[in-house]
């Protein structure tokens, strides 16, 4: 009493059959909370006056002091700093914004 090699190709398309339907809802319905959290990214970057880094020595994010526009060997752009409180030289992968 299995099911036999037609039973799991009918059960398998259904399965797959279920999901597709199931993404492409989400993809058309993803307008409300994802753009709104994309603009609330966007808004806490653009409030921000200085650049944030990682302090190794502190083990935390600190916003960086005298931050300078650098261009490491490859080519891309980074930021230079020191850290507030240690003085630590911190280094950031991205444009200065």
Do not use: H
């Not at 880094?53 to 980074?78: F, H, L, S, W």
């Amino acid at each position: 009493m299995g099911c036999g090699p037609e039973g799991r190709y009918v059960l398998i398309r259904t399965i797959v059959r279920g999901i597709v339907l199931n993404l492409r809802y989400i993809r058309l319905n993803q307008t409300s909370w994802e753009t709104a959290s994309f603009a609330a990214k966007r808004r806490r970057k653009e409030a921000r006056s200085m650049p944030e880094g990682y302090c190794v020595k502190e083990r935390k994010k600190v916003e960086i002091k005298d931050p300078q526009q650098v261009t490491m060997k490859n080519g891309r752009p980074a930021i230079q700093g020191t850290c507030p409180d240690c003085g630590t030289k911190i280094f950031k992968i991205g444009k200065l914004s």
